[in-house]
């Protein structure tokens, strides 16, 4: 599931860069959250991507929004759910997703791996 | 209407926009998550699981003693009858390990004095599966006198002479309870539970800073998760408290109970006397009422889950408060036989309560507020058809983006409750991309609720609940994508966008199973029914109109709508679309409105649609509606 630790190091750094934890401040108390079904093997970056929501996405740089993509597409193909296995969206499409979804103010607190999770679903073309 | 073209755009469009109304699951489970046998587990006496559980009586463990003596005595008269030896096994199930041999003995002598009777294994007393219940017991020093100062708060009757009565047997049990007390903790004494025994929680403030201290991916149990990089329940069993502040952990890595049927039950007499805190650095409320800071924001949290019992079967949460967790107040896994009963479950910052594959499962009196998603989730209820295997009843959930919200909540029965001042009631689907097994949703009950007011705004920058899920402003109850599912005798009223919606979730949503070839089969939302609901009237009478009563998104087959009284002219119900099919129709097929897909469609998050435009008010207040 986890990568080498290069990119473990990267992703890691890509959360903190987006205040996701580790980097203490006001959401410190989410550098530790993870859901119970979440991978949480390695620096807790993936947890934190789990638990990131769009105000952090919007205010992240775009290599941030990359690195998150990647891990919230790690999460989410873990497979260990039957309807699940082997989902995964390409991370273009899952960034265009959340950019979209992420724009509205009502968006603030979502939950990116939800929207993630509902991006799998095939949006009509 | 039947526009028969429309069809596939229809149901694409529907199924993507419907996902908006679910709660996204994946929160859930934490493994690739099993249904449990719903079977009793006969290996030790009484059976775990195999039924609904009873949460105990707190009776003073000193006295249980004499008492099974004395039933003993009047048992032992004429012929043991069955169940007076059913009955007899309860008690000594409910001795401590040192109370049964004497009670044997005692049945010993009985029967030589009388000279008739059964011996004791002949009423199955020394069955080697038979447990015995210790009662063990955290408290802290200011117990008694909080538990003093609450009932000094409190009416038990409205006599005044059988309230101090009432009130001296609630001390009497608890100075008992204090004799016994060996932990200043709850897990720890969880921790020293076997099969069969009782944790009793006396009243005080329980921050837990063991378990609190207790490490987030614990080196420890590193090489613990699964293929998938999820943590296993050998993860769980081995770092209980990594995610915890109180785990109940109830089988051996081999599957043997080692800790079934064990209850944890506050003393106090109500919820708020034990307060088990996950906040960081909140303080002692003192004995306090009402312990819902109704407006205030959710502050930082130790831990993800306040209580959970992993296959702990036949596991009771009794009586206490569980508040400010960065998940969930409460929590169930692969558990059969689990009772919920009288819980204050606040600022669970996902969910208040979470059941997930949890089979004979009970949630009642208890109430949920806060929660940033669901207050109450039976999720991936086992699809138990005709079987009901989650009852929540009497509970009140308020103040949470959705009351009540169940991806594959299968045969749940919600009956008596009050969900009100939510942004949504009650939700139920079948979207199982994320994770739940036991696709279709179908088969709830939902009756003899009061659902109104649910126009909380949990979306604006003033929203002090703030949501993680989209769920609109302004609904009752919603079911995206269902089948077989009753709503009866409901009193659905203020809701100032929908009563109820009725939406379908086609295949190609649910990939369940993945990717099949006729992407567009529609599996869901047929056979719905929806009777004898009193919408837009309070209690009293009062007119309280909901924006439109009863809508339907007019995809699936066999959906009725029948006996739903309302306060238009002749008891009418506002309905969109203005005509729901009754229960005699036939042919009963409704094939989409494009125009209603539309609206869906703008505000799905993830559709090509632009979730902004002007047409999608879902995330804001409705306007109050106005009268008939």
């Not at chain 2, 004791?120 to 017991?137: H, N």
């Amino acid at each position: 599931v986890i990568g080498g630790a290069r990119r473990l190091g990267a992703a890691a750094l890509a959360i903190c860069a987006l205040g996701l934890g580790a980097c203490g401040g006001g959401q410190a108390d989410k550098s530790e959250r993870f859901l119970p079904g979440n991978p949480r093997t390695g620096a807790g970056a993936l947890s934190g991507a789990a638990q990131a929501d769009c105000r952090q996405w919007n205010d992240a740089s775009f290599r941030q929004r990359q690195a998150t993509v990647e891990q919230l597409a790690r999460i989410s193909n873990r497979g260990n759910y039957p309807g699940q296995r082997g989902a995964k969206l390409p991370d273009d499409e899952a960034y265009d997703v959340l950019e979209r979804a992420c724009k509205p103010d009502y968006a603030a607190h979502f939950r990116l791996f939800k929207l993630y999770t509902r991006a799998l679903l095939p949006a009509p073309r | 209407m039947k526009r028969v073209g429309h069809v596939l755009l229809v149901v694409a469009l529907v199924g993507v926009c419907a996902t908006i109304f679910a709660t996204p699951s994946f929160a859930h489970g934490e493994r690739e998550p099993i249904f449990v046998n719903p079977a009793p587990d006969t290996s030790i006496h009484p059976v775990a699981g195999g039924d609904f559980v009873q949460r105990r009586a707190l009776t003073d463990p000193f006295r249980r003693l004499k008492r099974f003596r004395r039933y003993a005595r009047s048992a032992w008269r004429g012929r043991v009858t069955g169940a007076e030896r059913a009955n007899l096994r309860g008690r000594y199930a409910r001795l401590s390990p040192s109370q049964q041999p004497k009670a044997r003995r005692y049945l010993r002598r009985l029967r030589r004095k009388r000279g008739k009777g059964p011996t004791s294994a002949q009423v199955g007393l020394t069955d080697p599966k038979m447990t015995a219940e210790r009662t063990i017991v955290a408290c802290h020093d200011d117990s008694m006198s909080r538990l003093r100062q609450s009932l000094a708060d409190q009416r038990l009757s409205p006599s005044r002479r059988r309230d101090r009565k009432l009130k001296r047997i609630v001390i009497a049990r608890n100075k008992s309870f204090k004799k016994l007390c060996r932990y200043d903790e709850i897990q720890p004494a969880v921790e020293q539970a076997n099969n069969g025994d009782t944790v009793v929680i006396m009243p005080g403030f329980y921050t837990e800073p063991t378990a609190a201290k207790q490490p987030h991916n614990d080196p420890d149990c590193r090489g613990l998760v699964d293929d998938a990089g999820a943590p296993s329940y050998a993860y769980h069993f081995k770092c209980p408290n990594d995610l915890n502040l109180v785990a109940l952990i109830g089988k051996n890595l081999e599957g043997r109970c080692i800790r079934c049927n064990v209850q944890i039950i506050g003393s106090g007499k109500r919820p708020q006397d034990v307060i088990i805190e996950g906040g960081k650095g909140v303080r002692d409320p003192g004995v306090k009422r009402d312990l819902f800071d109704e407006g205030k924001r959710p502050v930082p949290t130790t831990k993800e889950v306040g209580v959970t019992a992993e296959r702990a079967d036949g596991a009771v949460f009794a009586n206490f408060t569980a508040r400010n967790f960065s998940e969930y107040g409460v929590y169930s896994i692969e558990t059969d036989g689990m009772t919920f009963d009288a819980l204050k479950l606040f600022y669970g910052q996902e969910y208040g309560h979470l059941s997930f594959v949890t089979d004979h499962n009970t949630l009642q009196n208890s109430e949920a507020a806060g929660s940033a998603d669901a207050g109450l989730y039976p999720g991936a209820a086992p699809p138990s058809r005709p079987r009901i295997n989650t009852i929540l009843r009497r509970n009140v959930s308020h103040h949470n983006a959705i009351g009540l919200s169940g991806t594959m909540g299968s045969n749940v029965r919600t009956v008596d409750n009050v969900f009100r001042h939510n942004s949504t009631g009650i939700v139920h689907d079948s979207l199982g991309q994320a994770g739940h097994p036991g696709f279709p949703q179908n088969s709830a009950v939902i009756e003899r609720n009061r659902i109104y007011s649910n126009n909380f705004d949990t979306y604006s920058d003033k929203a002090w609940v703030q949501s993680t899920v989209p769920a609109p402003i302004g609904a009752g109850i919603i079911f995206a994508g269902g089948n077989d599912n009753r709503v009866r005798g409901n009193r659905i009223y203020d809701n100032w966008k929908w009563g109820t919606m009725l939406i379908s979730v086609p295949d190609v949503i649910t990939r369940d199973p993945p990717r099949i070839p006729n992407e567009l089969k529609l599996s869901t939302s047929h056979r719905n029914l929806y009777e004898g609901n009193i919408m837009g009237i309070a209690p009293g009478g009062a007119e309280k109109p909901n924006g439109v009563d009863l809508r339907w998104d007019e995809l699936g087959q066999g959906n009725c709508w029948e006996s739903n009284r309302g306060p238009g002219p002749g008891g009418s119900v506002r309905t969109d679309p203005p005509h729901l099919p009754n229960c005699a129709a036939s042919p009963n097929i409704g094939t989409g409105d494009a125009v209603k897909e539309r609206e869906l469609l703008d505000c799905g998050l993830l559709s090509t649609g632009d979730s902004s435009a002007a047409t999608c008010d879902w995330f804001r207040t409705p306007p109050r509606p106005g009268p008939r």
